[in-house]
């Protein structure tokens, strides 16, 4: 069973950086992507940021230029460093770990959240 533990999460002015860390433990296989989504109060989870195992990122747009996700594949921990941040990127972050093994086999696991406020 994998287990995905984030941190980094907390409260910070409008302007300010932060980073998020995310671990993964446990027996990861096949090819994967890490990820981060977040959850506004009464909206949907949306992508925010995800790196293949390769290194291939992809960004929602509202964070294009901000946000820069990153992924040691040693220690399996994908980062999310956060700057010039602003009150709607207020949310609680999930790390998010996809992966495909075998014929059609594939996995999806989900970190518990870490809720980042950002005020005006």
């Known amino acids: 069973q994998v287990q995905l533990v984030e941190s980094g999460g907390g409260l910070v002015q409008a302007g300010g950086s932060l980073r998020l860390s995310c671990a993964a433990s446990?027996?990861?296989?096949?090819?994967?992507?890490m990820g981060w989504y977040r959850q506004a109060p009464g909206k949907q989870r949306e992508l925010v940021a995800g790196?293949?195992?390769?290194?291939?990122?992809n960004y929602a747009d509202s964070v294009k230029g901000r946000f820069t996700i990153s992924r040691d594949n040693a220690k399996n921990t994908v980062y999310l460093q956060m700057n010039s941040l602003k009150p709607e990127d207020t949310a609680v972050y999930y790390c998010n770990l996809h992966g495909f093994y075998g014929t059609n086999g594939q996995y999806d696991y989900w970190g518990l959240g870490t809720q980042v406020t950002v005020s005006s």
């Open positions: 790196i293949t195992s390769g290194g291939s990122t």
């Open positions: 446990g027996r990861i296989i096949g090819i994967n992507t």
